[in-house]
């Protein structure tokens, strides 16, 4: 199952030659910048809903791409994603409510508390087998939730916390906007991780983690480095949602977020550059369509998962490999 | 010293329904190297059967019993024979991951089911004992709790008796002792999964049918106890079966006793804390043997 997309890989971390890969990194900024200015020519002819189906795309965008990153091309399936969503959500939100404090500084805040965050408690999970990794990563989930939960006087208990909003204006065109720049800056940085030499080394310790070692590849610090990076990336795109939506809630850190995530990057093809950004994109757009019938969107949505990971185990991006080999991404 | 005492036997009681939950996690563990994210949802299902049972053809608790451990049997068998078969003929590269996604979905998705068949709100299953209490001289305990512990008990020799005298259950310890040399004497290993998934499933089953009187059942019920089993593994260390039931009963008495002398909302909060520091110190769980890596 996973040849075709190591070689792929491997070949997008190796790079081809300098030129070619100037080249490259020109086309894809341009093409990053050519895609902000459709959406930002695009947003205003949508109405009030489509642009919150947007925004809350980019937020998933970046928290699946994140999540990739972790399971996808490093090997570690990580259960406290939602943890450093909430702990980056409610760092900023509590800085800016109870002290005032410009939405844009907190959230720059909470996010390095994430990352701050996310290599302490990173240094303590990853020293543990797969198994109790996985079991750890879960404690960490369902602690924050109860703390924030039962910390009333500060975190507004499970009621969740007001929080100011980012922009000023009630049209919706600068959330639109901010949460492209965030999809797109997170997809950028995660590509660029995979395209250098980094890239390879996370790769060797998702296909063998001993021998990895045993080459001499620093696997620990690596994988810290990696668990920070994700973590990060979680607490802004929490706290970011927070401050668009304008409360934040407990419930950010269960596993029903968890739940969304995996759902997302499996459907769309783990550890693919594509995968998880078509996964994030439909799932949130068909989700919000069916926002009437929410639940039995959701147990159909688990049902699809279920059979993908049975018949097609690189989900949608390798069923296109499949039907048009040709297809590079 | 009354309040003690009766504090420290509700706490067994609790502690050998995190026992049951944790045996199942640990059985399946023993045949298949990975962990079941979904046993949580035995709970619930066995605990909605009986009280299906209980509300539309007015069984009482005994009566419901069976229907409702059959309804998770054969929620186990289900997942075991659908969702997991590419792990049981070992087709999977990393079964423990493979598990992790497809279980983790699967538990959401029987939530959203149950949701979508019960309703968010709580539900009371037949009860065992009525509301009346048992005097033990100097304190006296809840007769739910009474039938909760003995039904526990029955359980766990249940399985004792299955394991050490059946020959399904000497095929099933001779697979977890060591699987090729099972293979080798004409053992059908891969049978021996859906053993430990059905096992499993009737223990949180049992759990979940004598606990939910006590505190009613709804879609996410079953979330805590499954928390409470992966913590009673961790303890013991997977693969120790005493060592299982004595970290459960272990972590109902600590949990109980610290709601009560220190502070009742922080109750899981303790459990988790104490699951994270044992991980730092003993990374095998306590009663757990190290394992060769390659």
């Known amino acids: 199952m996973t040849t075709q997309i190591d070689t ?81 959500a409610y760092g900023s939100a509590i800085l800016a409510v109870r002290y005032g404090m410009s939405p844009w500084l907190t959230i720059c805040i909470g996010t390095l508390l994430s990352a701050l965050l996310g290599a302490v408690l990173g240094a303590i999970v990853l020293r543990l087998r797969t198994i109790y990794f996985i079991l750890a990563t879960f404690a960490l989930t369902e602690i924050t939730r ?37 999809a797109i800056a997170t997809c950028l940085m995660v590509w660029g991780i995979m395209r250098s030499s980094f890239g390879i080394l996370i790769l060797s310790i998702r296909e063998d983690e001993l021998a990895a070692e045993a080459m001499g590849v620093k696997t620990s610090l690596l994988k810290i480095g990696v668990f920070t990076v994700s973590s990060a990336i979680a607490g802004l795109a929490g706290a970011y949602l927070g401050h668009y939506i304008g409360v934040v809630s407990p419930s950010m850190s269960s596993l029903d977020t968890l739940g969304r995530i995996i759902i997302m990057v499996v459907l769309g093809g783990m550890g693919t550059k594509w995968g998880p950004i078509i996964g994030a994109i439909i799932v949130t757009g068909a989700t919000e369509l069916f926002r009437t019938f929410e639940n039995e969107w959701l147990l159909a949505l688990c049902l699809l998962v279920l059979i993908v990971m049975r018949i097609a185990p690189g989900g949608i991006v390798a069923l296109a490999h499949r039907i048009r080999p040709s297809l590079r991404s | 010293m009354d309040f003690f005492l009766e504090t420290t036997t509700n706490g067994i009681v609790i502690g050998l329904m995190y026992a049951l939950m944790g045996l199942g996690l640990a059985f399946i563990y023993s045949i298949m190297r990975t962990m079941n994210f979904a046993h949580g949802e035995f709970y619930t299902a066995s605990a909605f059967v009986s009280y299906w049972a209980g509300e539309a053809f007015g069984l009482s608790a005994i009566e419901a019993l069976p229907i409702a451990l059959a309804g998770g049997a054969l929620l186990g068998w289900i997942i075991v024979r659908l969702v997991l078969r590419p792990v049981t003929q070992g087709k999977v590269e990393r079964p423990v991951e493979y598990t992790l996604i497809t279980t983790l979905v699967l538990m959401l998705l029987l939530q959203k089911l149950f949701l979508l068949i019960f309703g968010p709100f709580g539900h009371q299953p037949p009860s065992f004992f009525g509301g009346t209490y048992v005097s033990f001289g100097i304190f006296e305990i809840p007769g739910e709790r009474i039938a909760a512990g003995a039904g526990a008990l029955i359980a766990l020799v249940g399985l004792y008796l299955f394991i050490r005298y059946s020959w399904l259950g000497r095929q099933f310890a001779a697979t977890a002792q060591n699987r090729t040399g099972a293979e080798v004497i004409g053992i059908d290993t891969a049978r021996m999964s859906t053993v430990a998934f059905v096992v499993g499933a009737l223990l949180a089953g049992v759990a979940g049918v004598l606990l939910s009187p006590i505190y009613s059942v709804y879609p996410t019920a079953g979330v805590i106890p499954v928390i409470k089993g992966f913590i009673v593994i961790t303890l013991a260390g997977l693969g120790s079966t005493i060592g299982t039931i004595v970290a459960g009963i272990l972590l109902g008495v600590i949990e109980l006793l610290g709601s009560v002398y220190l502070d009742a909302g922080y109750r899981d909060v303790y459990a988790f804390v104490m699951l994270i520091l044992i991980l730092l110190v003993r990374p095998n769980g306590l009663f757990g043997e190290n394992e060769r890596l390659a």
């Open chain 1, 8 to 88: 792929e890989s491997v070949a997008m971390a190796r790079g081809a030659t300098r030129k070619a890969e100037r080249v490259k990194a020109i086309r894809v900024v341009g093409g990053s910048l050519a895609l902000l200015a459709l959406i930002s020519t695009v947003a205003p002819l949508l109405g009030s809903y489509e642009q919150h189906i947007l925004v809350v795309m980019g937020v998933y965008i970046a928290l699946s791409v994140s999540w990739n990153l972790l399971a996808g091309f490093t090997g570690l399936y990580s259960s406290a994603h939602p943890a450093m969503m909430a702990i980056g």
């Open chain 1, 146 to 182: 109860l703390l924030l939960t039962l910390n009333v006087e500060f975190t507004g208990g499970s009621l969740g916390l007001a929080t100011p909003f980012l922009f000023d204006t009630s049209s919706r065109i600068p959330y639109v906007l901010s949460s492209a720049i965030l």
